[in-house]
């Protein structure tokens, strides 16, 4: 999770230590990392919060006892460091666990990333290394609220997110849109699917759900279903079970059965809710 995190960071203190100012100076520092480990920066040449930081990379390579050992000691060295309740959130089961952990370190985000910095650099948030503890935090936060039905609360933070980072790195679109639909609010639904239009089964079947809502079993309806269908197979199917799929694959590949495990770890709720959308979906799906 963090340690893309820590090679642009050590690749930022490396272009310090060096003094590089220009781009050939800079190409020839990454041309000799390449293919190499990262170089460990002297503990010396930290400072505070960087020390901090370097527990919690640690720890994320150790095991749990000892990784939060690790996270709270960076939290010794500094009391700010985001990383080290980005961490212990992630290191729980228990939402209410993780929620409080996730809290501190938005507090201490918000605090930090607020005023003027955000005046400045709102948009662009995630192309800011030291900002995305903060914005994982946040989506996490979501997942908090999300997973035992406050839909409201998480569809709040994934918008914020949006409005930090409009690229979406983090892919809450996808969470966002069947959430909308999930609470019935198709008018933002609406704004937010013309923002993110895409072919894909993460935002095909949302739309296929959405004109269902909005006109009924019609032609229209039925044919964005075949889009959806067509674009992951594997969906219906697993709407049709008694129970979510209760695993949560780290990757996927489009049109794939994981694919379709992740859209319905947000997506369930959605048709289930959906007053004969399941029904609606068994007569079609097929045809």
């Known amino acids: 999770m ?53 527990l919690v990379w640690e720890a994320q390579v150790s095991i749990i006892d000892k990784g939060r050992r690790l996270a709270k000691k960076a939290l010794k060295l500094d009391p700010d460091c985001i990383e080290a309740y ?35 650099n709102k948009g662009h948030f995630w192309h800011i290394t030291e900002t995305r503890p903060f914005m994982r935090s946040l989506n996490s936060l979501a997942e908090c609220y999300y997973a035992p039905g406050r839909t409201g609360k998480a569809i709040e933070i994934w918008k914020e997110l949006l409005e ?27 704004i937010y699917h013309k923002k993110y239009k895409e072919s894909s089964a993460m935002t095909l079947y949302p739309q296929a759900l959405y ?52 859209y319905l770890h947000y997506g369930w709720r959605s048709w289930i809710w959906a007053e004969g959308a399941v029904e609606w979906l068994k007569r079609n799906w097929m045809g």
């Open 2 to 54: 963090s340690i893309p995190d820590k090679f642009h960071h050590t690749l930022k203190k490396l272009i310090e230590q060096q003094g590089i100012q220009s781009q050939a100076e800079l190409e020839s520092l990454l041309n000799s990392l390449v293919g190499k480990p990262l170089p460990e920066l002297a503990k010396e040449d930290l400072t505070t919060p960087e020390q901090a930081r370097e």
């Open 86 to 120: 980005e961490y212990l959130g992630e290191s729980y089961q228990y939402y209410y666990k993780r929620q409080a952990y996730f809290e501190k370190g938005i507090e201490i985000g918000r605090r930090i990333f607020g005023g003027d910095f955000l005046k400045a």
């Open 164 to 190: 930090l980072n409009p690229g979406d790195n983090q892919g809450v679109r996808y969470c966002l849109l069947s959430a909308l639909l999930e609470v019935k609010d198709l008018e933002t639904y609406h």
């Open 211 to 262: 004109t269902y809502l909005r006109k009924g079993d019609v032609a229209e309806s039925r044919t964005r279903l075949r889009a959806a269908v067509k674009a992951n197979p594997h969906v219906p199917p697993l709407l049709f079970a008694t129970y979510p799929p209760q695993e949560y694959p780290y990757s996927y590949m489009m049109g794939s059965k994981e694919e379709a495990i992740i």
